[in-house]
């Protein structure tokens, strides 16, 4: 089974990422500058799509096996 994303939301410090198998991921936001800088219309910009999250906007990808593996700052293929 291909784990995806199905919601994205933030707080002050952390992006939570609600995924296909009902669990939620608490990511911080210093693994991602580009997010972390960002104003929060710009961080409502994400498309969810089958390999992960994309901010076109921001120049940002992120996939969701490398945010289950705990790599930060890594860009979605």
């Given at each position: ?16 990422v609600s995924l296909?198998?009902?669990r939620i991921?608490?990511?911080?936001l210093?693994?991602f500058?580009?997010?972390l800088n960002a ?11 089958p390999?992960?999250?994309h901010?076109?906007?921001?120049d940002?990808d ?6 289950l ?6 860009e979605?293929a």
């Open positions: 089974m291909t784990i995806s994303a199905t919601d994205v939301r933030f707080d002050e410090a952390t992006m939570w296909s198998d009902g991921l608490g990511v911080p210093t693994w500058p580009r997010l104003q929060p219309e710009a961080l409502g910009g994400v498309e969810i799509t390999f992960g999250l901010w076109e906007a921001l940002e992120i996939s969701v096996p490398a945010l593996a705990g790599q930060g700052g890594v979605a």
